[in-house]
């Protein structure tokens, strides 16, 4: 008896301290994840957050000074809001107006988002038409 | 036209046959009629030839550019080559759903032809199980996600193939992951009919066990296949991202390595009966919860699937599931009270208990990383965890894993005593060694200070064993007791593993240049040189290549324009493979100065994954082939004559 209830103890204490790292670590670690009109509404400046947008036409890649990754601007934008992000590294293959992209980086004072990372929605096919029956 | 007709049909005939099967089962095995048993057995083959007639005709379609069918248009086209065209099988939606259950068929009907040892009523349930789940599969397949729909027009070509899967790795690593998913059902069944039956012996254990690490073993070889293409295809420079549709695809894997390791202390010590079902349940559950979220789209992921109307039907599924199980459990669990005594803290049954807990913990982690969208957008605003959310919560979970290989295999069973105590000091000796030269060769980061030296203490370990057996009768007892040896190799290659995952984590280098030709760069000690751009004209694209000089070699990473999909482009990375690092380089775009812009990494180490994983699956097969089977318990196989007919 004496046993079980030792290791009945030791998974206690296994669960608890699991649960304390996920407590921790999600506390820490984890970043909001937006619309452009929920950023544009409730601004966040201080911490990382990742924003969900339509890419517009306006996609430009400036020249770029030497030593450096290549930089972008383009605009995201959802049913209500835009925004403007500037992103320095190489950009997703499908990468294009009109699909849905996540930035996720920090919103500067002066309202353009700096991007750490853009990410693309990787539909299982690339055409938007689908042949249906 | 005609194909439509034979497949739908094949499925819908498999459907009958499944259900038919899954009821008789159940119904035989309850009264023990035992030519019933045989029946309802013989009824789950025949579903299973059913949909193998399915899965050919689907195939032929594709093969022959069959364009009236839905599916083929969608996912092919003239132009895609004659391997990818077949290959398109498990390519989309409902293809991937008939191919799960073609290998739910095929590998269910293997396990139940050697199931007759276990008992008719335990053949019986296992098969009524089985049924059950095909039958779910095909209900889907017919109803919701048939590949076989019809166009009402029937297009002059197809749709193609996403340049990304046009590659090598779509031929391996989607069937094999795939089929790792579906085989999870199969010692699900067992425990389930086990439980149903009331047969929580050995028997049992035996039989799951090899089906178990069937699944295990197509779970690490797909995983590692994923990372593998990741690295060398979508040139994103990683190979393991966490996103949802890896966590899935992670969390069986952890459940049923617990479980692998923990059904010994059943097989040795007759204990933890109860635990090692809630294991094997576990991961089925997991894995029929991994299809629901990544099949629907509830959590954001960059590689769902396209979204359909199957969502709600794996949600189902996973409600039946999870409430069948758990009053199975419940009702059973008064009964599987464990003989003897529980573990010494200090055994290799106490180890392999922590260890447990450990990898349920990290599904644990990996299982709040994946559903924190969902459940936070319960509750307000949501939120998402990335990479260091992982690392800092399932890390020291890894680390004090790590810590139990290296320790583990060298305790005793019952309990250690001091003379079994002293052979520890073999990998503490070689741990203190490496974690001071580290720090002696400038290394801070104590996560890095735990994860090698301990990952090298493992594998002192295992030579150790190795050391062991040959200075006592050599090579004889690694032959003959060849499962504890494979399972030893298996360790050495996870160490690799290690290494090279917690190398090219802790020491990536990264840097962004844009270059003129002629122009220098150096990361890491290495320097290469851009020598200039070439376009090239090939079959079905073009690509514009920037050849990089390293050393003697010319790198020649591009990008490759495919003019029939709509100008769509795809990045071609090039890598150079040495063993202490990557050197890879990804062409971000060309500028009108003439100057190209790249990212360059430097990642240590990556080919150890690779080298590593092949050792374990060695050491799986090596370890398993040909091992003795239970003594069979001879019943069924004589009975006919005996039974009114």
């Known amino acids: 008896m004496s046993a079980v209830l030792k290791w009945g103890a030791v998974m206690v204490v296994v669960a608890g301290c699991v649960g304390y790292l996920i407590y921790s670590a999600s506390g820490g670690a984890s970043e909001y994840y937006l619309t452009v009109s929920e950023l544009r509404s409730h601004p966040v400046y201080d ?65 353009v988002f700096r991007a750490r990372q853009v990410l693309v929605k990787c539909p299982s096919r690339f055409s938007t038409t689908q042949y249906t029956s | 036209m005609i194909l439509a007709y034979l497949g739908s049909g094949a499925l819908l005939a498999a459907l009958i046959m499944a259900g038919f099967a899954a009821l008789l089962s159940f119904w035989a095995g309850w009264v023990e009629n035992l030519v019933m048993i045989q029946v309802g057995r013989r009824a789950f083959y025949a579903a299973a030839a059913l949909v193998v007639c399915a899965s050919a005709v689907l195939e032929a379609g594709l093969v022959t550019h069959d364009f009236s069918l839905a599916y083929v248009a969608n996912h092919t086209d003239l132009a895609t080559p004659m391997p990818l065209v077949a290959a398109a ?77 046009r590659d090598g790795g779509m031929l391996i690593h989607p069937p094999v992951v795939l089929a790792g998913f579906a085989s999870f059902a199969i010692p699900f069944s067992f425990a389930a009919a086990a439980l149903l039956a009331n047969r929580a012996d050995a028997g049992w254990i035996a039989h799951t066990r ?124 008064g009964g599987l009270k464990s003989a003897g005594r529980p573990a010494a803290a200090v055994s290799r049954e106490g180890a392999f208990v922590l260890q447990n807990m450990l990898l349920i913990g990290a599904v644990a982690v990996v299982l709040w990383g994946t559903v924190l969208p969902l459940v936070s957008g319960l509750f307000g605003q949501e939120r998402v965890v ?134 220098q760069v150096s990361i890491g000690g290495y320097q290469l040189t851009y020598a200039g751009m070439e376009q090239r004209q090939l079959a079905d694209h073009s690509e514009l290549v920037a050849a990089m000089r390293f050393g003697d070699r010319t790198l020649e990473p591009a990008r490759a324009t495919y003019a029939g999909l709509g100008g769509q482009s795809l990045t071609h990375v090039a890598i150079s493979t040495t063993a202490t690092a990557d050197v890879y380089v990804i062409f971000a775009g060309a500028n009108s100065d003439g100057s190209a812009s790249f990212r360059i990494l430097v990642n240590p180490m990556v080919s150890w994954i690779w080298a590593g994983g092949i050792v374990i699956i060695l050491g799986v097969v090596l370890g398993n082939v040909g091992q003795r089977r239970a003594a069979p318990v001879p019943v069924l196989t004589a009975a006919p004559q005996a039974a009114p007919s």
């Not at chain 1, 969900?52 to 400036?62: K, M, T, Y």
């Not at chain 2, 150790?464 to 298996?490: H, M, Q």
């Open chain 1, 47 to 111: 911490q990382d957050v990742r924003v969900a947008g339509v890419v517009q036409g306006d996609v430009l890649h400036p020249s770029t000074p030497a030593g450096f990754g290549p930089l972008t601007q383009f605009s995201e934008k959802d049913s209500t809001a835009t925004i403007q992000v500037v992103y320095r590294g190489p950009l997703p293959d499908i990468f294009q107006p009109g699909l849905t992209v996540v930035a996720e980086g920090r919103l500067g004072a002066d309202g």
């Open chain 2, 210 to 333: 090899r089906y178990a690490l069937v699944a295990w073993s197509l779970q690490s070889a797909g995983l590692l296949l994923g990372m593998w293409w990741a690295y060398h295809v979508l040139g994103w420079g990683g190979y393991w991202g966490w996103d949802p549709v890896e966590n899935v695809a992670l969390m069986p894997w952890l459940a049923t390595t617990a479980y692998l390791h923990s059904s010994q202390v059943q097989e040795r010590r007759g204990r933890l009966r109860a635990w090692n079902f809630g294991l094997v349940i576990l991961a089925f559950l997991l894995v029929v919860f991994g299809t629901f979220i990544v099949r629907s789209g509830v959590v954001p992921s960059v590689h769902t699937f396209a979204i359909s109307a199957i969502g709600p039907w794996f949600f189902a599924f996973l409600g039946v599931c999870l409430v069948f199980a758990l009053v199975l459990l419940g009702l059973r669990a």
């Open chain 2, 89 to 165: 099988f498990y390519g989309g939606q409902e293809g991937s759903l008939l191919y799960w259950t073609l290998v739910l068929g095929l590998l269910g009907s293997a396990s139940l032809v050697a199931s007759a040892s276990l008992g008719p009523r335990l053949a019986a349930y296992a098969a009524a199980v089985l049924a059950s789940i095909a039958t779910f599969f095909l209900v889907v397949l017919v109803l919701v996600a048939s590949p076989f729909d019809l166009l009402f027009v029937t297009p002059p070509d197809g749709l193609g193939l996403n340049p990304v899967l």
């Open chain 2, 386 to 519: 990335g990479e260091s959310y992982y690392d800092r919560a399932a890390g020291p979970l890894f680390v004090l894993i790590l810590g139990l290989m290296a320790a583990g295999p060298l305790l005793p069973w019952r309990r250690a005593g001091r003379t079994s105590l002293r052979a520890l000091r073999w990998p503490l000796v070689a741990a203190a060694v490496m974690a001071a030269f580290m720090m002696v060769a400038g290394v801070r980061s104590l996560p890095a200070l735990l994860a090698i030296p301990l990952a090298l203490a493992a594998a002192v370990t295992c030579v150790v064993e190795f050391g062991r057996a040959i200075a006592k009768g050599r090579l004889a007892p690694i032959i003959s007791r060849r499962r504890r040896y494979g399972a030893y190799l298996a360790h050495i290659g996870l160490v690799v593993v290690v290494v090279g995952v917690a190398a090219s984590h802790f020491w990536q280098q990264e840097k962004d240049v844009t270059l003129t030709p002629g122009q």
